[in-house]
C-alpha cells in the first residue's frame, strides 16, 4: 500500500503519514488505532514493541 493509499483510506494527509514513517512526529493513540486496524496489525506490532516471534 502507498502513502497516498493510506492516506487516503485514514483520511490522513499524506505528508503526515511521511512524517510518522520517518519517525518526525509521534501519532496520537485514536491516529494509532486507526492505522493499526487499516493494516491489519495490532498495535503493538505497528509501534515496534511487540514481544511475540514470529515463525519463519
Known amino acids: 500500500m502507498t502513502q497516498i493509499e493510506l492516506a487516503f483510506i485514514t483520511q490522513l494527509s ?3 503519514i511521511s512524517m510518522l514513517e520517518k519517525g518526525q512526529f509521534n501519532p496520537t493513540a485514536p ?3 486507526k492505522l493499526a486496524v487499516v493494516l491489519d496489525l495490532p498495535a503493538d506490532e505497528l509501534l515496534g514493541i511487540s514481544d511475540t516471534k514470529k515463525a519463519g
Open 14 to 16: 499524506q505528508p503526515y
Open 31 to 33: 491516529i494509532i488505532i
